[in-house]
């Protein structure tokens, strides 16, 4: 059991928990990431570790509530408990100083980004840190991010805050100003990395990116979680999660993310009549 | 009671287990084999002739000494014989239900020259079953040595080797990278072969006795081999061989091609056949088709469990004949009666998919025996020309695991051979690190239940050694 020691929303359906578990707190490094169940009928799902204190030996984590593990771990506050969380799980960012690099984060894909930013900074490098949303609300961590970037630049599709235009449009305007970007590290929604890849392979800009398949055990023994790289099957969970961008078949890695779609949305459907169920017993019963 | 000559002993004829009906069965997930009753069971003892030499302790990995506890058995002495079982074999339950018998103590034993061998593994399982259900476990608190000992992975090659150690006086942690104890025991073999409830029930005797378990702890990440050895006397590596084999053929990333594995994991650990009562789904096999490749136990496992999620159409593709099939006897026998198709002389040579990336048929190349190769079999060679595609809707390839590499990438002087199997001298088990021992799959590769426990059992003899003159590393 791991107690949840802070719980606060980042945005709608995005919410950020700082989580008990000392061991994986002591070791854990950028770009790692655990495994946890939430009860004891729950399934296992990788998340990243955003962040680390080894003082109070806390683990923070960002969830955003798609299925039906994501959904019931946002209705936990501080003071709940996870039941199982293991850690910290695959290799860590390869981090070194390339001069000028730039992060990009779509979604909560920015909150997979930051710790690597963080550890790209303190190794001596030049950040810039493009981190994307739909709309305002869902720019997530900026003023994180601004504590470890020497740029920041937030972007919405929908120009409510920010850049006007994708990340991919931000990054192409770096390149066309003529900035030297050396290393370029992209985590969002697949569509999001391939075409940030698409970008920077013309320009010959080396660049990472973290995979997010489904997983079952973490720790190499299901093999659920392969992709293609480079024309060879890869284990993300041992091999990775970070990849050569430009070695990565996305396409097929979007397919089998889509292979439980069916059933997910059953499980969706069933947690969200409980939730409204619960919700109003609660409403009636307070109301009393 | 009077003594039964030993030329009527062997006029019994052996008593068959009795089985769940075949048709019940391949709708359920209970266990197939119902045990013999008690009577069967004195009534198969009987037919022992008690060996002066007997061939059978020595044909056991674990040297289990089978006269000896079938004659307390036959006495009646249940609690006797239980106490004799355990002395050698840590999980009787267990071995009474997976140890391919036929391949040892039942193959050597001499009443199976001239008819059929006594059914060993079917009298320890009711032994066992007894001891769990009835007995009271009396073994002898041993005197503590004060010294303690880290045990990695908690598969049967860890659990034999921490009640070994334990019974030495040694205090034992084990560390489980999953959220459940028992390993393969627990994710890999299922249900209706192995009830979770036995695995567990064996767990809790070692925790009773003293055994500190400790799960969602992967040694290599959360902590390191070198910091256990910080901690610990001795640490034993036991974590299986746990990184499933793909063919490398086209078509392997398509929807619907699953490594035994994770179908196992998902259905046997996190209970997907209980979907959506519990949250981990598994591929809608329901009036499928679903074809497993490989002839191993774990291939039967995965094709009598899409029978019982409902497939409508569940084979076994092998690229040899029905005798080369390396699963045991039984599970062969069991499978078949539960309809489930064998085509042999077959290999795989692509998988095809719909558009949207799911799996859509099987290429196959016909084979024909050729000359026995190196393991003495008949090497399967292809026919020219001779392709067949078979419509499908899940693949399952159950062709073996490699070596996990993250114990042996965390630990840079421990040595692997090339393929990241651990080397160890094969008396003592002891590593190329000072203070380690390993055993089982990590060190073999894919290989049984028993053997593993086999391994175990010699590194708890030699880290017992070892603890006592810790000064000698050779």
């Known amino acids: ?288 | 009671m009077s003594e039964l000559p030993i030329k009527d002993r062997m006029k019994i004829p052996r008593h068959h287990m009795i089985e769940q009906d075949a048709k019940q069965r391949t709708a359920n997930f209970k266990e197939v084999n119902l045990g013999y009753t008690k009577e069967m069971a004195l009534a198969e003892a009987m037919r022992c002739i008690q060996c002066k030499n007997p061939p059978c302790v020595a044909g056991c990995p674990v040297f289990v000494k089978i006269p000896e506890f079938i004659r307390k058995l036959e006495t009646g002495d249940l609690a006797e014989a239980a106490t004799i079982l355990k002395m050698d074999n840590t999980l009787p339950a267990v071995c009474g239900r997976v140890c391919p018998q036929e391949e040892q103590c039942e193959r050597v034993c001499t009443l199976g020259k001239k008819g059929e061998a006594v059914a060993v593994g079917y009298l320890e399982r009711f032994v066992a079953d007894w001891l769990r259900d009835y007995g009271k476990e009396t073994a002898p608190a041993p005197v503590k040595s004060g010294k303690k000992v880290a045990i990695v992975g908690s598969g049967p090659a860890g659990l034999s080797c921490a009640g070994d150690l334990l019974r030495m006086g040694h205090a034992v942690t084990v560390f489980e990278a999953l959220h459940e104890i028992g390993g393969v025991l627990m994710y890999g073999i299922p249900e209706f072969r192995l009830p979770k409830a036995i695995v567990q029930a064996e767990v809790e005797a070692l925790r009773k006795a003293g055994v500190e378990f400790v799960t969602d702890y992967v040694i290599g990440l959360t902590e390191t081999v070198d910091e256990l050895l910080q901690k610990f006397a001795a640490v034993f590596v036991g974590v299986g061989a746990g990184l499933p084999y793909f063919l490398n053929i086209p078509g392997e990333q398509l929807v619907g091609v699953y490594s035994a594995n994770e179908f196992l994991t998902r259905v046997n650990l996190m209970k997907a056949y209980e979907f959506p009562k519990c949250d981990t789904p598994v591929f809608e096999v329901k009036g499928k088709q679903v074809a497993v490749f490989g002839g191993g136990n774990t291939a039967m496992d995965a094709v009598r469990t899409s029978c019982r999620l409902g497939a409508a159409r569940a084979m076994i593709i092998y690229r040899r004949t029905e005798k080369e099939l390396p699963a045991r006897i039984e599970e062969v026998k069991h499978a078949k009666e539960e309809g489930i198709e064998f085509i042999f002389l077959a290999a795989p040579v692509e998988f095809t998919g719909h558009d949207n990336g799911w799996l859509k048929s099987v290429t196959v190349q016909k084979m024909e025996l050729g000359e026995p190769d190196a393991s003495g079999r008949r090497k399967p060679v292809p026919i020219p020309g001779a392709l067949e595609t078979i419509p499908l809707d899940a693949a399952i390839i159950a062709i073996g695991n490699g070596s996990n590499p993250i114990i042996s990438k965390t630990t840079p002087d421990l040595k692997v051979n090339k393929w990241g199997n651990i080397l160890v001298d094969e008396k003592s088990m002891k590593s190329s690190k000072k203070g380690v021992f390993a055993g089982g799959d990590i060190v073999t590769g894919g290989a049984t239940v028993i053997l593993a426990m086999g391994a175990g059992r010699k590194a708890a003899q030699a880290i017992d050694e070892y603890l006592k003159k810790p000064e000698i590393w050779s």
């Open chain 1, 1 to 288: 059991m791991n107690k949840i020691i802070e719980a606060r929303n980042l945005a709608p359906d995005v919410k950020l928990f700082k989580i008990a578990a000392p061991q994986i707190a002591n070791k854990r490094q950028a770009g790692q990431f655990v495994i946890l169940r939430v009860h004891k009928e729950g399934e296992r799902i990788p998340l990243t570790i955003a962040d680390s204190n080894v003082q109070d030996g806390s683990i923070t984590i960002i969830v955003q509530g798609i299925g039906k593990t994501t959904k019931y771990m946002n209705t936990l506050q501080a003071g709940d408990s996870i039941m199982d969380v293991v850690g910290p799980l695959g290799k860590p960012s390869h981090i070194a100083c390339f001069g000028t690099v730039v992060v990009i984060g779509g979604g909560v894909g920015t909150a997979i980004a930051f710790p690597t930013a963080k550890a790209l900074k303190q190794a001596g490098n030049h950040v810039v840190s493009i981190i994307g949303g739909r709309t305002k609300q869902l720019v997530i961590l900026e003023e994180e991010l601004r504590a470890v970037s020497d740029e920041v630049y937030p972007t919405t599709d929908d120009g409510s805050y920010g850049y006007q235009g994708m990340v991919t449009h931000k990054l192409q305007d770096l390149i066309k100003a003529g900035r030297k970007l050396d290393f370029v590290l992209a985590i969002g929604p697949i569509p999001m990395m391939a075409a940030v890849s698409e970008v920077t392979k013309q320009h010959h800009i080396k660049t990472t990116v973290s995979l997010n398949p489904i997983m079952v055990d973490g720790t190499g023994m299901c093999g659920g979680c392969r992709a293609v790289v480079d024309g060879k099957t890869v284990f993300v969970c041992v091999d990775g999660p970070e990849f050569d961008a430009h070695q990565v078949d996305y396409a097929s890695l979007a397919k089998r993310n889509r292979s439980y779609l069916l059933q997910e949305k059953t499980a969706v459907e069933e947690f969200c009549k409980l939730d409204a169920m619960i919700k109003e017993k609660e409403y009636v019963r307070t109301a009393h």
